[in-house]
């Protein structure tokens, strides 16, 4: 029974291949007529590092006191450090079809974690095959659908696990051995060595599990980071006195954390402020560990590029799908607009367009990713692309015309955090609708960094919030964002 089973599952599997291959050929007949190459430079090659949930507060390229990252901080001396890259809906599967579209999650479908991914829709991988790139991505994929657009993939199956990970590629599935940081990264190594062609240039997508919750680190990284040498962040236990109900009443507090959450039961006489302690004590702890994975993988790609010839031509990017709360606020997980979550890492290098060393404050959107690599690849995106070019800004120059302001909007309700929400952020403020609610807070982030006092109900910063309500209406309307209640 259980071997019919496993034939049944492997010949859906199959066919689903076969369906995605036949949506993809009309796709990208389609994308032809849309997309075109520019003559000039030789194309260079991209190579996008992508984890899960790594926030900036644990880079150290990002000023990071807590976490040491040297191989992605060498991505930055090479390149440009972006301050101010934001996820459009700050939790996973959106992020990642965001950066794959570069549209916003209400035009490519994936509002959520439990959408099923449309991927017979132009994508980064459709579009620079058309300017003669081989494509591959390794790794989490972590859209409940069969990656389209790449000459070759191998991907987590689900969320994934940790160690000995469930693995899928065109020809079924099966198991790789080891911990998964380190397959991922040996299977990104193979096809560089032995599958690439080396006179086409290429995308190779490199999507890490690391640091993903629950969080499980390989034992030799057990002598990092010691519990309770990790210092609690100066919001740890924020007051929420002048928030709203919807900021307050969440489950996504450390004093929430459970078995979900944590690899070791507290002891049950703890309870309150010690509770939270050793909570965060080991959170933080296993959280750091578990990033560590992601910084070595990365420094074993380099070192091949480098070796091999390939730094000088190609563009390395380090991002992650959003931030993630690390005790600020009392917080873990993401989901809400505050800076620890809506501020994404990425981290972009390319000597021959970009100087070393550099960072850049501006204002940007992950959906300003896709059309930004097409920028570098000369290829021009379809009209349906809703972010723009920064290539300039990577460049060093900042356009007049830059937006100086970005539109965020989360829908997915689950336990830990019940309701949707949109947000308008401008270089000083930040206005956060909760929708459904009759709840607003407006921050001033020039005076208030860590976000703690909301000021909407301040009759000194009613100006503002005109100014602000005007803008949230006005990228509503430019987004197509249709109904907002």
Known sequence: MKKMKSTRTLLLL???????????KITDQLNLQVTESKKGDQKPNIVFFFSDDHTTQAISAYGSTIAKTPNIDHIAEMGMRFDHMMATNAICAPSRATILTGTYSHVNGQLDNHNVFDGSQPTLPKMLKSAGYQRAIFGKWHLKSIPTGFNEFGILEGQGQYFDPVWITPEGKGKRSGYVSDVITNEALLWLKEKRTSDKPFLLMINHKA???????????KDIYPVGSIPPPETFDDDFKTRTESTRNNKITIMSMDKTHLTRKPPEELT???????NYERYITDYLRTAQSVD????????????NGLTKNTIIIYASDQGFFLGEHGWFDKRFPFEEA???????????????GTSSKALLGNHEILPTLLDFAGVTPPDRVQGRSFRKIAEGGTPPEWTKSFYYRY???????????EAVRTEKYKLIHYIGQDDWELYDLETDPKEVNNIYNNPDFAAVLR??????KRLRKYYGISSVN
Request: aromatic share 16%; proline share 5%.
């Open 272 to 278: 309150g402020a010690e509770l939270k302690k050793w």
């Open 296 to 307: 070595d993988g990365v420094g074993q790609i380099l070192d091949y590029l480098e070796e």
């Open 467 to 472: 100014k602000m309500e005007a803008e949230l």
């Open 411 to 421: 829908y997915e309700t689950t336990f830990w955090c019940d309701v949707q929400m």
């Open 211 to 221: 640091p993903h919750g629950n969080w499980q680190w390989h034992q030799r990284y």
């Open 14 to 24: 199959c066919l689903l291949v076969f369906l995605v291959s036949w949506s993809e």
């Open 342 to 356: 809506l501020r994404m890492p990425f981290i972009m290098s390319y000597p021959k367009k970009i100087e070393p």
